[in-house]
């Protein structure tokens, strides 16, 4: 069991960052690849980017590509979420979610989930 807990949302004015950090309960972190996803009013929950357990692999949606950063520091059982060059489209609830079956941009994949943190970018 892998409790998931984000924070770091806010509102930024665009061309701002944010870190978003996902604090995990339970011994067993370093054993799950780890993913954020995001959510919009009106929209589906959409992938944003993953990382391996061993932090040696990363993949992000095109739309975020050299913008974001996901990280993991395993000792601190945290994933991390580094985001700039904000644009107002990047405004969603995002939440973390842990998969014990590696990467992937599948949300189903993901047996862990947080509660989300709410992101704004203003124009």
């Known amino acids: 069991q892998v409790q998931l807990v984000e924070s770091g949302g806010g509102l930024v004015q665009a061309g701002g960052s944010l870190r978003l950090s996902c604090a995990a309960s339970?011994?067993?972190?370093?054993?799950?690849?780890m993913g954020w996803f995001r959510q919009a009013p009106g929209k589906e929950r959409e992938f944003v980017a993953t990382?391996?357990?061993?932090?040696?692999?990363?993949y992000y949606t095109d739309s975020v590509k050299g913008r974001f950063t996901i990280s993991r520091d395993n000792a601190k059982n945290t994933v991390y979420l580094q985001m700039n060059s904000l644009k107002p489209e990047d405004t969603a609830a995002y939440y973390c979610?842990?998969?014990?079956?590696?990467?992937?941009?599948?949300?189903?994949?993901?047996?862990?989930w947080g509660q989300g943190t709410q992101v704004t970018v203003s124009s």
């Open positions: 979610a842990a998969s014990g079956g590696g990467t992937s941009y599948y949300a189903p994949s993901y047996a862990y």
């Open positions: 339970g011994r067993t972190f370093s054993s799950y690849a």
């Open positions: 990382i391996s357990w061993s932090g040696g692999n990363t």
